[in-house]
Structure formats: structure tokens, C-alpha cells
């Protein structure tokens, strides 16, 4: 079996740890891995292409070409547009934080209030704004950017991320930030091992059976009195929390469930 595993020459050297462990466990298991990064294109006779960048319109040409794409492009294309996740959500009925697409500061009255771009990840592109001047100044700092708006709901900056490998459950983690409303492990927030109530599987489930995701993280704020709601769809998702609560190889399990999933075609 032959495959492909796409980054950004960027992202690929953040990641280089992962890389090597899918790397190992393909060849555990009679697959050739390469790495293809930035313009490298895949040989025609690939069984797959593990696509691990925030690029729809590349993953969409690959897949019309006749490739097997995890996640698929659709995934892809809706996990990085956070107003789209928030319309999913609403029609499976799944609590979302209320999204809106906003052009300017002109129609924002009252504080406060969220602003992030419709396509950022990692919280690097997420403000927390109570005013107006801080509004502008987001406006401003991102102008030609497409921006959203969300209501502040207080999490006590806690959430949850489910990993999810097809329709199951690979773990779940809470994160909690740190001198920040952020819970982003990689922003410095702490992070420990979650365990799902039913009504918790049942709904994640439901969003990995929606999308036909092979991939993905599904994070949802964590609310005091025990609910949560939805924040954000992850592809491609960062394993780094799931490895330090977790003892399992990731990428070992992405691995099985990849060739699993090219030999039944």
C-alpha cells in the first residue's frame, strides 16, 4: 500500500514527532509514507493522501483527481470556516455558540464580545474585546480578513477536545488556560484526561457521522453547570494533549483504521 502525508514545510517541522510516528507505524504495517510538503505533488497510484493543512481548494483538486483524501474535502472546507461549523451545528441540533459574519465595527453594540477570523486556528486569531476602541483595533490589525462575532461565554476558559477516528471515540481532554481565555494546550493552557457522558458521545458522534470525517478534533466549551457547547471543528487536529494523557500511540491508530479503510474500497 502506498500513501501520501501533506504539510506546509512550516507545519511539518512543528510536527516532525508525529510525522516520524506515522512514519514508523505505516512501515510496521506494509505501507509506504512519504512526506509531500508545499508544492510536491503524489505519483498517480497512491492509495491515499493524509492531508494535514487548512487548504480545501488543494484537498478538493487532489480528491477530483481520483485520490482518497482523509479527511475528505468537504471536511476540510467546513472545519476551517467557523461560521459554516456553526450552521452545521444548528441543523443537527447541536448547542453552538451563536456566530455572525461582521464587516466592519459599526453594527457591534455591546460588550463583551468575541471577535475571530472566520478560518484561524490555535487561538492565535481569537480577541477578546470589551470595548469599541479594542474592536477597531482588531479591524484594523486584520484588515482584508473575513471576522466573525461571538457572544463572551463564560467557560472559566475551560474546554473539551474529543479526537474522533471515523464515527469513534479515540479520548477526550480538558483543557484549561492560563492567565488567558484561551484554553489552547499550545498557548500554555494544562490539560487532563476527559471522560464522556453518553449524551456527550451520542452528540459528537453525530457531528463525525454528519461530516463522514476519517480525522478530526471537536472542541466545546465546558460551562459550569455541567454543559457544554460547541466551539469549533478541528482538521487537521494537533495530537500533542492526546499523547501526554493518553498511553497510546495516535498515530498507530490512524494508521489501522487508514489501511482498514483502503482495503475495504
Known amino acids: 500500500m502506498k500513501g501520501y502525508l501533506y504539510y506546509s514545510s512550516v507545519e511539518a517541522e512543528r510536527n516532525r514527532e508525529f510525522i516520524n510516528d506515522l512514519v514508523k507505524h505505516a512501515h510496521k504495517q506494509d505501507i509506504s509514507l512519504t ?12 492509495d491515499f493522501i493524509l492531508f494535514r493543512d487548512r487548504k480545501p481548494e488543494l484537498s478538493a483538486t487532489w480528491e477530483t483527481a481520483g485520490y482518497r483524501m482523509i479527511n475528505r474535502s ?6 476551517n470556516d467557523k461560521l459554516k461549523t456553526f450552521e452545521m451545528a444548528t441543523l443537527l441540533g447541536i448547542s453552538a455558540i451563536p456566530t455572525w459574519l461582521i464587516k466592519n465595527d459599526n453594527a457591534l453594540n455591546s460588550y463583551p464580545l468575541v471577535l475571530k477570523t472566520i478560518d484561524g486556528h490555535g487561538g492565535s486569531e481569537v480577541f477578546l474585546c470589551k ?7 482588531v479591524f484594523s490589525s486584520l484588515k482584508g480578513r473575513r471576522l466573525i ?3 463572551f461565554i463564560e467557560s472559566g476558559s475551560t474546554d473539551v477536545r474529543v479526537f474522533m477516528i471515523g464515527d ?22 494544562s490539560v487532563e484526561k476527559y471522560v464522556l457522558a453518553g449524551w456527550q458521545e451520542n452528540e459528537v458522534r453525530k ?9 478530526i478534533g471537536i472542541d466545546f466549551l465546558l460551562l459550569p453547570d455541567g454543559t457544554w457547547i460547541l466551539n469549533e471543528i478541528e482538521d487537521p487536529v494537533g495530537a500533542r494533549s492526546l499523547y501526554v494523557t493518553h498511553d497510546f500511540s495516535v498515530a498507530e491508530k490512524l494508521i489501522s483504521y487508514i489501511k482498514g479503510l483502503v482495503e475495504k474500497k
Open 74 to 79: 468537504e471536511v476540510n472546507r467546513i472545519a
Open 207 to 215: 457531528i463525525a457521522k454528519a461530516l463522514k470525517s476519517d480525522y
Open 149 to 151: 462575532r461571538q457572544p
Open 35 to 46: 512526506l509531500l510538503v508545499d508544492e510536491e505533488q503524489p505519483d498517480d497510484d497512491a
Open 131 to 137: 470595548s469599541l476602541e479594542e474592536a477597531s483595533n
Open 168 to 189: 469513534e471515540i479515540l479520548g477526550a481532554v480538558k483543557r484549561i488556560g492560563h492567565n488567558s481565555f484561551k484554553s489552547n494546550y499550545t498557548l500554555g493552557g
